[in-house]
Structures are given as C-alpha cells and as structure tokens.
C-alpha cells in the first residue's frame, strides 16, 4: 500500500486526486496540506470535500505529516514546488509534481534536487496528452519544414500561467525534432502589421474562457492540407489518475527525474 501526501488538497486537482485515491486499490491517503491560513486548515479533509471523515487533517506545513508518508503528489503553485521537494528528499520520500510554471531555474533546481530522490514532473498527466506528445514527435519528424507548425491551447478563465505548460512542451517537442531553438522560433500571439509568417515560427496561442478543463490543438499547415492533432479533457479526472499512477510507479524507481514518458513506458530506449 503506498501512502501518499497531497499538497493544495483544497484545491482542483488536489480535491480530485484526494477522491480517487479513496476508491483507489493500492494507494492510501494519510496527509493533505494546504497553505499557511487557508481557511480549511485543521479540518478532516474527507467531510471537507463531501467524502465524509477520512481522519486525515489538513495541514498547514508539509513537515507536520510527511513521515506517515511513501510519496508527496503536488499540485500547488510554482514558486513553492523546490521547497516542498527539498522537504520530502530531506525525509527520503518520493514526490509527483504536476504543478506548472516552474521558471527555468525552478526546474533545473527540481533535477538537482531530484539526485537524491525518486521524483517525477510533467506539465499533463494525462495518458492521452501523453500518447500525442510521442505522435507530435514523429509526425513533426515526418513533414519537418514544409508545413507550418501552430499551436492553440484553451483553458477555464481561472488559469493563472499562460501559455499552458502542457503547449509549451508540445512546442518544445516539434522545436526539438525540426532542430529549432523554441526561445527564438516560439510566437506568442500575434497583432497588427506583422509581415508574413516565417517558416521557422512556432506559433503558440492562449484562449481563456469560462469552465474549459482543457483543450490543445496542434496544426501542421500545408499548401492544399492540413493536419490537426487534438486532445481535450472532459474533466480533471484524467490528470488525478495520471498522477495516481505517477505516484505509485515512482516509489519503485531509483532516485532520479523522470515524467510521464517514463511513467507510461513510452520513452525511446
Ligand atoms: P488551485 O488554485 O485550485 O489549487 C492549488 C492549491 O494549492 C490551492 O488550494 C492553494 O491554496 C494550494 N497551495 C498554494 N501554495 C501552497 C503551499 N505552499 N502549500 C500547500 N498548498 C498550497 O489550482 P489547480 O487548478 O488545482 O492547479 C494547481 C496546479 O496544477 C497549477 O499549476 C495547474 O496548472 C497544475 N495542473 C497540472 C496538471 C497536470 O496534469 N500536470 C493538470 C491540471 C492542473
């Protein structure tokens, strides 16, 4: 049974993640943690998300609970993830970090710190988004320079970082594979008299609206075709299972960063 603490448990997905681990075999609750004032704070986390009382209090500091812990799943806020990672590699947990827009520091300070622990992090914990991440890779591969590459992601209107991580990660995958250096290719938006399109540009444009879970199309534009990959999440559930199994896969592995590729079994060998 793999016992697991879930940081932002008062939130979206860590309300979600929370619940599926209830009916989930193999996998136990034993810790929820929110920030310092939350108003959930020092409440069962079950009668606090209509689960009924799960004898789980939320705390308000990771240190209260992590030694009940296997594993640390956390969906919380970016600037906050190295913090909450240090932590759990100090105690010898495991941890699954879906939390987006980590800066490039943040990120490269989770890998350093991820030496000394089992740590997995990924922008989608999706299967699907997963699986297309592999189809972006070899169809990007296939049609390389001749079809125009954009991406359009969408989102509920209370996303905080743009563009998702999850496009950001699909542009960095067909960058990759078509040679480019995203930092330069990548076009965030577009307006006014802009000139016409350059072949190397990676177009990556943001929609927020109402209660959208989430929606990435990626277009390969040709000269009389066009191919457009699309996936869209109907709820926050496939996340939470994505990091359920994230969660459970991880506590086997040996110290080190991986993601979901590697969590699926779909990473090259
Ligand atoms: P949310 O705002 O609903 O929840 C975040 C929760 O974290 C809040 O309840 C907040 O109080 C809590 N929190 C903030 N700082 C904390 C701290 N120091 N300790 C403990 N709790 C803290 O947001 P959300 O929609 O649940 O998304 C959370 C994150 O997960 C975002 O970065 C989002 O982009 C990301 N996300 C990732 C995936 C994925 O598959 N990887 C899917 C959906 C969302």
Not at 84 to 91: G, M, Q, V
Not at 107 to 110: H, I, W, Y
């Given at each position: 049974m793999?016992?697991?603490i879930?940081m ?5 997905m860590?309300g ?11 996998i136990?609750?034993v ?5 310092k004032?939350h108003t959930?704070v020092?409440q ?5 998300l209509?689960l ?5 209090p939320?705390?308000d500091d990771i240190?209260?609970?992590?030694d009940?812990?296997d594993?640390?799943i956390?969906?919380t806020?970016?600037?906050?993830i190295?913090g ?10 495991a ?6 827009g980590?800066?490039?520091e943040e990120?490269?300070?989770?890998k ?5 622990t089992?740590?997995v992090?990924?922008p989608n914990?999706s ?7 592999k189809?972006?890779?070899y ?5 390389g ?6 991406i359009?992601?969408a989102h509920?209107n209370?996303k905080k970082?743009?563009?998702s991580g999850?496009?950001v990660?699909?542009?960095q995958?067909?960058?990759?594979t078509l040679?480019r250096d ?8 577009r ?19 109402g209660d959208i ?5 990626v277009m ?24 359920i ?5 991880i506590v086997n592995q ?11 079994g779909?990473?090259?060998s």
């Open positions: 793999v016992r697991a879930v932002g448990g008062a939130g979206r860590g979600r993640i929370i619940t599926l681990i209830t009916s989930a075999d193999g136990e609750l810790g929820a943690v929110e920030q004032g959930m020092g069962d986390v079950g009668e606090q209509g009924g009382k799960l004898g789980v939320i705390d240190s209260k609970c992590i009940k812990g594993v640390v956390d969906f806020h970016h600037d906050v190295v909450h990672l240090e932590i759990a590699a100090r105690h010898n947990k941890m699954v970090i879906g939390t987006t980590a800066t490039a990120v490269a300070r989770v350093e710190v991820a030496k000394t089992q740590c992090m990924a914990m299967v699907g988004v997963n699986v297309m991440f189809v972006l890779d169809v990007a591969g296939i049609l320079d001749d079809f125009d590459v954009e359009v992601e509920h209370l970082d743009a563009p999850t496009a990660k699909m542009a995958i067909i960058a990759d040679g995203l930092d330069k290719n990548g076009v965030y938006g307006k006014g008299m802009i000139g016409a399109r350059t072949k190397e540009e990676i177009g990556v444009q943001t929609v927020r609206a879970v989430g929606e990435h199309t390969f534009g040709g000269i009389g075709e066009r191919l457009e990959f699309i996936h869209r999440a109907h709820s926050r559930d496939n996340f939470a299972k994505g990091a199994r994230a969660a459970q896969w040996k110290n080190g960063f991986y993601d979901m590729q590697d969590v699926l779909l990473r090259d």
